[in-house]
T-cell receptor
Framework: DTEVTQTPKHLVMGMTNKKSLKCEQH?????MYWYKQKAKKPPELMFV???????INESVPSRFSPECPNSSLLNLHLHALQPEDSALYLC???????????????FGAGTRLSVL | AQTVTQSQPEMSVQEAETVTLSCTYD???????LFWYKQPPSRQMILVIR??????QNATENRFSVNFQKAAKSFSLKISDSQLGDAAMYFC????????????FGKGTKLTVNP
């Protein structure tokens, strides 16, 4: 089972709203990732959590705030977003972080975000 | 920095036939991992196949196989007996075995399967 579940599937929000994206995995994976994907482009890494601690932040604006409450759950809190933040947001997880053979990333189906 | 190049923005294949998607990469490392991901219109990125650089044997997964040419830095994906469900965007990705843990993606190849 390599299932990563993301909710909601679609989200429309205004620039003054606060919303959250949720990602869950029950595979016992200890690394979780947030990616942003614009249309017809590859995913771009935003954040990495290793053993529930933030290990990589790819200089993402502070209007995106990640949170990892436990090893199975990853949230992305959104506040004061801009229309250019509209994209597909993908979550991924891997058995272990780092550079070894166990860092094989499995992705969720994503949340399609539209900022009006 | 490592780069991944997919030179075919779009490809098409007839159902039941074979198609090969190209991927080249640039690295000075000897320890690394290569991946092919498939992203159908349903959006989920699905791992198709992976290859460890230290393994000389080409990886296979059912109808999917790779031709890994380490010296040429080439990692092509062959899809045999193509099915309508194979239609998707295919991304080639690289990950260092000793440096950054980040996945480096190519720009993708959109595969159309014609009935």
């Amino acid at each position: 089972d390599t299932e990563v579940t993301q909710t909601p599937k679609h989200l429309v929000m205004g620039m003054t709203n606060k919303k959250s994206l949720k990602c869950e995995q029950h595979m016992g994976h200890r690394a979780m990732y947030w990616y942003k994907q614009k249309a017809k482009k590859p995913p771009e890494l935003m954040f990495v959590y290793s053993y529930e601690k933030l290990s990589i932040n790819e200089s993402v604006p502070s209007r995106f705030s990640p949170e990892c409450p436990n090893s199975s759950l990853l949230n992305l809190h959104l506040h004061a977003l801009q229309p250019e933040d509209s994209a597909l947001y993908l979550c991924a997880s891997s058995q272990e972080p780092g550079r070894g053979a166990k860092n094989i990333q499995y992705f969720g189906a994503g949340t399609r975000l539209s900022v009006l | 920095a490592q780069t991944v190049t997919q030179s075919q923005p779009e490809m098409s294949v007839q159902e039941a036939e074979t198609v090969t998607l190209s991927c080249t990469y640039d690295t000075s490392e000897s320890d690394y991992y290569l991946f092919w991901y498939k992203q159908p219109p349903s959006r989920q990125m699905i791992l198709v196949i992976r290859q460890e650089a230290y393994k000389q044997q080409n990886a296979t997964e059912n109808r999917f196989s790779v031709n890994f040419q380490k010296a040429a830095k080439s990692f092509s994906l062959k899809i045999s007996d193509s099915q309508l469900g194979d239609a998707a965007m295919y991304f080639c990705a690289y990950r260092s075995g000793g440096g950054s843990e980040k996945l480096v993606f190519g720009k993708g190849t959109k595969l159309t399967v014609n009935p």
